[in-house]
C-alpha cells in the first residue's frame, strides 16, 4: 500500500515584524523566515510586516507589504491580498504590543477573513491576563489551525487558562545560531576584552530588563576580582526611547558611578547585529540576566547564550526556570543583588563549575539550533495542511470559506 505524500505548502504569508525593524520579534520573525527559507528552499515566503511609524523601513525584498499598525482598514486588505494569492498558509508572530486597536485586537479583523490555514507563534501567554489580553488571545487561538509555543508553561497555560485544546499546541524551541563551543581567548582578543572576567547582559534596554540590579552587585564582586567587567549590549528600546529618551539608561550610569563601579561597567548602546552579538557572548565568562518581569515565557538572548554554552546566572522567570533546569545553569531571587553577587563571585572563583554548566548547557542547545528549529515548524505546517485537507476535500464547498466562516459551518453540522 502506497502512502499519500506529504502535503507541502509552496506559498507561505508571513506576518509579523521584520528586520531594519529594532525589536526582538523582528528579529525572530527574519531568523525564522531565513531559516525556513534555507530548508525548503521551493517554497515563496512573503512578510506582511508591521510598521510602527509613518515613515516605515527599508525593508528588503522578502517583505511584501508594510502594515500600519494602527490602520484597521489595513488589516482587512492584507486578508484579501493573501486570499488573492491563494498562500498555501499564513504564519502569524503574535505578540500584544505590534498589532493595533485593544491588546492588538485588529489582528482578529485579518484572521477572521483569511482562508488559508494558519499557524501563529505566541510570544507571550500571560498567567493573569486583564479581561481584554484573554480575549485576544482566545480568539487567536481559535482561529488559527496550530499555535506555537516555545515552553512546557506556555502550553500549560494555553490549556488551563485560555482553554486551547493540547491538539491544537505544538512546542517548538525558540531558535538560535549554530554556535561551537569554544575559549573566550581569540573572542577577547578581537573585541579588546584581553585580561578581564566578563559578564554579560544584551538586548533592547527598558527598566523591566533589571539591569541596575547587577550593578547593585558590582562592588563585592569587584573588591574580589578588580579584573571583573560587566558589558550592557543594546541600544534602548526605541518605543522607551521615544516617550521616556535615555532616562534609564541615564539611572545606570549614575547608579554605577555613585558606587564607584564605573570603571567596571562598558555600555555599547547600538543594535546589535548577529555576527557582533556572536563575538560577545563567545568574550562572556558568565551571562546574566536579570530580568524583573515575573511571566516571561521566552528569551532569545537567554535561548542564544544557553545554546553558545556559556555559564548563565537568571532570575527564575518562567523561561529560565524551564531553560536553566537539571545543572544547565543558576537561579537567583527577583532584584536580589546580593545573590547575584554571591553566584558570580562562585562562579568566577570556580572556572570548573563555570565550565560543567557551560557544557550542559550546549549539548542542552544542540536542539535549539535554527535548522532543526525550521525543520519542526515545517512538520507542524504539513500536519496542519493534511488536518485541513481531510477536512476540506476538494469536493467540499467549505474549501472556499474563510477559516472563521468554514469552522463554524462545520460546527453546524
Request: with cysteine; hydrophobic share 40%; glycine share 8%.
Amino acid at each position: 500500500m502506497e502512502l499519500s505524500p506529504r502535503p507541502v505548502a509552496r506559498r507561505i504569508a508571513v506576518i509579523g515584524n521584520h528586520l531594519p525593524r529594532r525589536c526582538g520579534i523582528a528579529t525572530f520573525t527574519t531568523d525564522l523566515t531565513d531559516a525556513l527559507a534555507s530548508a525548503d528552499p521551493a517554497t515563496a515566503y512573503r512578510v506582511f510586516s508591521m510598521d510602527d511609524t509613518a515613515q516605515g523601513y527599508d525593508y528588503p525584498s522578502r517583505v511584501t507589504a508594510a502594515l500600519p499598525q494602527q490602520d484597521l482598514g489595513g488589516y482587512r486588505h492584507a486578508a484579501d491580498t493573501v486570499n488573492a494569492r491563494r498562500v498555501d498558509l499564513v504564519l502569524v508572530q503574535h505578540e500584544y504590543g505590534i498589532f493595533g486597536g485593544t491588546e492588538g485586537d485588529h489582528l482578529l479583523t485579518l484572521l477572521r477573513n483569511l482562508r488559508a490555514p494558519v499557524v501563529t507563534t505566541l510570544h507571550t501567554v500571560l498567567r493573569e491576563p486583564s479581561f481584554d489580553q484573554r480575549r485576544v488571545l482566545t480568539e487567536v487561538a481559535r482561529l488559527s489551525d496550530r499555535v506555537v509555543v516555545m515552553s512546557r508553561r506556555g502550553a500549560r497555560l494555553l490549556r488551563t487558562v485560555y482553554g486551547v485544546a493540547a491538539e491544537k499546541i505544538a512546542l517548538i524551541h525558540h531558535g538560535i545560531p549554530d554556535v561551537p563551543l569554544a575559549d573566550t581567548a581569540e573572542y577577547k582578543a578581537r573585541l579588546g576584552l584581553v585580561g578581564r572576567q566578563v559578564l554579560l547582559t544584551f538586548g533592547l534596554l527598558s527598566p523591566g530588563k533589571g539591569i541596575e540590579t547587577v550593578i547593585r552587585a558590582l562592588p563585592p564582586v569587584v573588591a574580589r576580582h578588580p579584573d571583573a567587567l560587566y558589558v550592557v549590549l543594546g541600544a534602548t528600546h526605541p518605543h522607551i526611547k521615544a516617550e521616556q529618551g535615555e532616562v534609564y539608561r541615564q539611572s545606570l550610569h549614575d547608579l554605577a558611578r555613585e558606587l564607584g563601579v564605573a570603571e567596571h561597567v562598558a555600555f555599547h548602546d547600538h543594535f546589535i547585529d548577529l555576527p557582533e552579538l556572536v563575538e560577545y557572548i563567545g568574550a562572556a565568562d558568565i551571562y546574566i540576566t536579570p530580568y524583573l518581569g515575573r511571566e516571561q515565557i521566552t528569551s532569545g538572548a537567554l535561548a542564544y547564550t544557553v545554546g553558545a554554552g556559556k555559564a548563565v546566572i537568571s532570575t527564575p522567570y518562567p523561561y529560565a526556570t524551564e531553560l536553566l533546569a537539571h545543572g544547565r545553569g543558576l537561579l537567583v531571587p527577583f532584584g536580589d543583588s546580593a545573590a547575584i553577587a554571591g553566584q558570580v563571585g562562585h562562579l568566577l572563583d570556580e572556572p570548573d563549575a563555570r565550565r560543567s554548566l557551560g557544557e550542559h548547557a550546549h549539548r542542552f542547545g544542540r536542539q535549539m539550533i535554527w535548522p532543526t528549529v525550521a525543520q519542526r515548524y515545517l512538520d507542524c505546517f504539513a500536519g496542519v495542511l493534511a488536518e485541513r485537507q481531510s477536512a476540506y476535500p476538494p469536493t467540499s464547498p467549505l474549501r472556499t470559506l474563510p477559516t472563521a466562516l468554514a469552522a463554524r459551518e462545520v460546527a453546524r453540522s
